[in-house]
C-alpha cells in the first residue's frame, strides 16, 4: 500500500508540475476556470447560481 502511495504521489506531482499555477494566471482565467468547473477548485458560489436560496449547480 505504501509504494502505491507513493507512486501515486510521483504521478500527481507530475502531473502538477505541467500546469500553470493558479497565482500566476489572470484572476479572469482562474474565475472562468472554476466557473466551468475544469479546475482543481470547487465552483464559486455566487447570485446567479442560487435559486430561491437553494444552490442549483
Known amino acids: 500500500m ?4 507513493r ?3 510521483l ?3 507530475q502531473v502538477l508540475a505541467t500546469m500553470p ?12 476556470v472554476r466557473r466551468d468547473r475544469h479546475g ?3 465552483r464559486v ?3 446567479a ?6 444552490y442549483s449547480g
Do not use: D, M, W, Y
Open 21 to 32: 499555477k493558479v497565482h500566476e494566471l489572470p484572476p479572469e482565467v482562474t474565475r472562468r
Open 40 to 42: 482543481i477548485s470547487p
Open 7 to 9: 507512486a501515486f504521489n
Open 49 to 54: 447560481n442560487l435559486v430561491f436560496g437553494a
Open 2 to 5: 505504501l509504494a502505491e502511495a
Open 11 to 13: 504521478q500527481l506531482e
Open 45 to 47: 458560489f455566487s447570485a
